[in-house]
Protein backbone atom coordinates (compact mmCIF):
# COMPACT_ATOMS: atom_id res chain seq x y z
CA UNK A 1 0.00 0.00 0.00
CA UNK A 2 2.67 2.23 1.12
CA UNK A 3 4.81 1.58 -1.76
CA UNK A 4 1.71 2.12 -4.20
CA UNK A 5 1.48 5.84 -2.79
CA UNK A 6 5.16 6.52 -3.28
CA UNK A 7 4.62 5.42 -6.67
CA UNK A 8 1.75 7.65 -7.51
CA UNK A 9 3.28 10.72 -5.93
CA UNK A 10 6.77 10.04 -8.02
CA UNK A 11 4.80 9.78 -11.16
CA UNK A 12 3.12 13.25 -10.01
CA UNK A 13 6.15 14.67 -9.54
CA UNK A 14 7.72 13.76 -12.82
CA UNK A 15 4.80 14.71 -14.43
CA UNK A 16 4.92 17.88 -13.02
CA UNK A 17 8.59 18.63 -13.75
CA UNK A 18 7.72 17.71 -17.21
CA UNK A 19 5.53 20.30 -17.63
CA UNK A 20 7.49 22.80 -16.01
CA UNK A 21 10.32 21.88 -18.83
CA UNK A 22 8.01 22.17 -20.88
CA UNK A 23 6.59 25.64 -19.63
CA UNK A 24 10.09 26.82 -19.96
CA UNK A 25 10.92 25.80 -23.14
CA UNK A 26 7.69 27.83 -24.66
CA UNK A 27 8.84 30.44 -23.01
CA UNK A 28 12.46 30.58 -24.38
CA UNK A 29 10.32 30.23 -28.02
CA UNK A 30 8.32 33.05 -26.82
CA UNK A 31 11.46 35.34 -25.68
CA UNK A 32 13.54 34.50 -29.28
CA UNK A 33 10.19 34.48 -31.35
CA UNK A 34 9.55 38.08 -29.94
CA UNK A 35 13.57 39.31 -30.41
CA UNK A 36 12.99 38.16 -33.72
CA UNK A 37 9.68 39.81 -34.92
CA UNK A 38 11.30 43.32 -33.35
CA UNK A 39 14.32 42.65 -35.81
CA UNK A 40 12.12 42.34 -38.55
CA UNK A 41 9.84 45.54 -37.49
CA UNK A 42 6.73 42.95 -37.99
CA UNK A 43 3.28 44.59 -36.35
CA UNK A 44 2.99 43.98 -32.95
CA UNK A 45 6.61 42.30 -32.34
CA UNK A 46 6.88 45.21 -29.81
CA UNK A 47 4.05 42.92 -27.58
CA UNK A 48 5.51 39.55 -25.95
CA UNK A 49 5.09 36.18 -28.71
CA UNK A 50 4.03 33.04 -27.92
CA UNK A 51 3.15 30.36 -29.58
CA UNK A 52 -0.26 29.06 -28.90
CA UNK A 53 -0.31 25.26 -29.64
CA UNK A 54 -3.84 24.78 -29.07
CA UNK A 55 -4.64 26.12 -32.24
CA UNK A 56 -0.72 26.15 -34.20
CA UNK A 57 -0.46 29.67 -34.03
CA UNK A 58 1.77 32.77 -33.21
CA UNK A 59 -0.16 34.89 -30.43
CA UNK A 60 0.77 38.53 -29.53
CA UNK A 61 -0.24 39.18 -25.82
CA UNK A 62 -1.32 43.69 -26.71
CA UNK A 63 -2.82 45.63 -24.12
CA UNK A 64 -6.22 44.18 -25.77
CA UNK A 65 -5.89 41.05 -25.08
CA UNK A 66 -4.32 38.22 -27.35
CA UNK A 67 -4.18 38.86 -30.86
CA UNK A 68 -3.36 35.48 -33.00
CA UNK A 69 -1.39 35.68 -36.32
CA UNK A 70 -4.44 35.84 -38.53
CA UNK A 71 -5.36 39.50 -36.93
CA UNK A 72 -1.97 40.90 -37.41
CA UNK A 73 -2.33 42.08 -41.00
CA UNK A 74 -0.16 41.86 -43.87
CA UNK A 75 1.81 39.22 -45.70
CA UNK A 76 4.70 40.44 -44.68
CA UNK A 77 3.50 39.75 -41.24
CA UNK A 78 2.79 36.01 -41.88
CA UNK A 79 6.20 35.31 -43.67
CA UNK A 80 8.22 37.01 -40.58
CA UNK A 81 6.09 35.54 -38.25
CA UNK A 82 6.40 31.77 -39.41
CA UNK A 83 10.30 32.48 -40.47
CA UNK A 84 11.00 34.01 -36.73
CA UNK A 85 9.01 30.74 -35.71
CA UNK A 86 11.21 28.51 -36.78
CA UNK A 87 13.56 30.01 -36.05
CA UNK A 88 13.28 30.18 -32.11
CA UNK A 89 11.91 26.75 -32.44
CA UNK A 90 15.44 25.42 -34.24
CA UNK A 91 16.95 27.65 -31.76
CA UNK A 92 15.90 25.66 -28.76
CA UNK A 93 16.33 22.28 -30.50
CA UNK A 94 20.01 23.17 -30.83
CA UNK A 95 20.23 24.67 -27.35
CA UNK A 96 18.84 21.48 -25.68
CA UNK A 97 21.28 18.98 -28.53
CA UNK A 98 17.42 17.95 -29.24
CA UNK A 99 17.67 15.25 -32.14
CA UNK A 100 16.20 17.70 -35.13
CA UNK A 101 17.76 18.36 -37.88
CA UNK A 102 19.38 21.89 -38.20
CA UNK A 103 17.54 22.24 -41.57
CA UNK A 104 15.45 24.76 -42.99
CA UNK A 105 14.34 25.33 -46.23
CA UNK A 106 12.23 28.52 -47.27
CA UNK A 107 10.48 29.35 -50.81
CA UNK A 108 10.61 32.59 -51.17
CA UNK A 109 9.87 34.30 -48.38
CA UNK A 110 10.02 37.78 -49.92
CA UNK A 111 7.45 37.45 -52.22
CA UNK A 112 4.91 40.00 -49.98
CA UNK A 113 7.15 42.64 -50.84
CA UNK A 114 8.52 41.48 -54.06
CA UNK A 115 6.37 40.08 -56.35
CA UNK A 116 7.67 37.74 -58.98
CA UNK A 117 6.22 39.60 -62.01
CA UNK A 118 7.86 42.56 -61.30
CA UNK A 119 11.17 40.17 -61.31
CA UNK A 120 13.97 42.43 -63.10
CA UNK A 121 17.19 39.91 -62.42
CA UNK A 122 16.53 39.38 -59.19
CA UNK A 123 17.35 43.60 -58.21
CA UNK A 124 15.31 44.72 -55.63
CA UNK A 125 15.71 48.54 -56.37
CA UNK A 126 12.70 48.91 -58.09
CA UNK A 127 10.84 48.33 -54.54
CA UNK A 128 9.55 51.20 -52.31
CA UNK A 129 12.33 51.85 -49.77
CA UNK A 130 10.21 50.27 -46.96
CA UNK A 131 9.74 47.24 -49.39
CA UNK A 132 13.38 47.07 -49.59
CA UNK A 133 14.70 47.11 -46.66
CA UNK A 134 12.31 44.93 -45.17
CA UNK A 135 13.74 42.01 -47.84
CA UNK A 136 17.39 43.23 -46.44
CA UNK A 137 16.27 42.29 -42.73
CA UNK A 138 14.58 39.25 -43.72
CA UNK A 139 17.69 38.05 -45.29
CA UNK A 140 19.89 39.66 -42.51
CA UNK A 141 18.32 37.92 -40.16
CA UNK A 142 18.52 34.66 -41.83
CA UNK A 143 22.39 35.36 -42.15
CA UNK A 144 23.30 36.33 -38.21
CA UNK A 145 20.97 32.89 -37.35
CA UNK A 146 23.29 30.66 -39.23
CA UNK A 147 26.43 32.85 -38.47
CA UNK A 148 25.38 32.42 -34.76
CA UNK A 149 24.47 28.76 -34.85
CA UNK A 150 27.51 28.15 -37.11
CA UNK A 151 27.34 24.51 -38.20
CA UNK A 152 24.53 23.83 -36.57
CA UNK A 153 21.96 25.41 -38.92
CA UNK A 154 21.13 25.55 -42.24
CA UNK A 155 19.01 27.60 -44.35
CA UNK A 156 18.26 27.44 -47.61
CA UNK A 157 16.30 30.28 -49.56
CA UNK A 158 14.69 29.60 -52.97
CA UNK A 159 13.96 33.59 -54.57
CA UNK A 160 14.57 35.78 -56.99
CA UNK A 161 15.58 38.45 -54.70
CA UNK A 162 19.45 39.18 -55.25
CA UNK A 163 20.72 41.70 -52.71
CA UNK A 164 24.33 43.45 -53.20
CA UNK A 165 25.59 43.33 -49.95
CA UNK A 166 28.57 40.85 -49.91
CA UNK A 167 26.88 38.97 -47.10
CA UNK A 168 24.41 37.89 -49.30
CA UNK A 169 26.69 37.34 -52.39
CA UNK A 170 28.97 34.85 -50.47
CA UNK A 171 25.74 32.66 -49.32
CA UNK A 172 24.42 32.14 -52.64
CA UNK A 173 25.38 28.77 -53.48
CA UNK A 174 23.80 28.92 -56.89
CA UNK A 175 22.09 31.55 -59.09
CA UNK A 176 19.29 29.93 -61.16
CA UNK A 177 18.60 32.12 -63.99
CA UNK A 178 19.73 32.25 -67.83
CA UNK A 179 18.99 28.21 -68.38
CA UNK A 180 20.07 27.13 -65.22
CA UNK A 181 17.57 25.86 -63.05
CA UNK A 182 17.33 23.55 -60.23
CA UNK A 183 15.49 20.86 -62.57
CA UNK A 184 18.37 20.56 -65.43
CA UNK A 185 16.20 21.00 -68.54
CA UNK A 186 17.69 17.62 -70.24
CA UNK A 187 15.92 16.08 -67.56
CA UNK A 188 12.83 17.02 -68.90
CA UNK A 189 13.51 15.88 -72.30
CA UNK A 190 14.86 12.69 -71.37
Known amino acids: MLRAEIQQLETALDDDAAEERFATALDLVGRDLTSYATQLGLEHG????????????????????????????????????????????????????????????????????????????????????????????????????????????????ADHVELLDSWFREAIAERWRDGIALVPSSWLRD
Open 46 to 157: NNPLRLDLKHLTVVADTDEGPLALAQMGSGENWVGYHVAAHLSLHKLFKRRSRPVPGFLMLDQPSQAHYPPERDVDGRIDGLGDEDQAAVRKLFLLLDQYCSELQAGMQVIV
